[in-house]
Nanobody, 124 residues
């Protein structure tokens, strides 16, 4: 059974940094994405990256502050989050698809595999 194991969440003050990791077990996926769900909010797209890390997309709210990357040797995807703001507080989810996402990179339905989620809390 394929699993996406997430790690790296925590609590930081505004302006701080965190790095999330997503390590799929037993499989290499074509595309990966990060979503988040804040309190009383819908799950929203954060970033997406393809297997080769050539194509990367970001939500406008995180562009310039967050960086998605992938280490092929470790088969792990990362989300480096800098200049964190209180509004970034959410549960962050890693997602993966066995297909290239193309223009559907921000659609939740595009990803069949999901991590367990990791809490990120940013205090002011």
């Amino acid at each position: 059974q394929v699993e996406l194991v997430e790690s790296g969440g925590g609590s930081v003050q505004a302006g701080g940094s965190l790095r999330l990791s997503c390590a799929p077990s037993g499989r290499i996926f074509e595309s990966y994405a990060w979503f988040r769900q804040g309190p009383r909010k819908e799950r929203e797209f954060v970033a997406a990256i393809d297997k080769s890390a050539v194509t990367i997309y970001y939500a406008h709210s995180v562009e310039g502050r967050f960086t998605a990357s992938r280490d092929s040797a470790k088969n792990t995807a990362y989300l480096q989050m800098n200049s964190l703001k209180p509004e970034d507080t959410a549960v962050y989810y890693c997602a993966a698809s066995q297909y290239y996402s193309g223009s559907y990179y921000s659609n939740r339905e595009n990803y069949a595999y999901w991590g367990q989620g990791t809490q990120v809390t940013v205090s002011s």
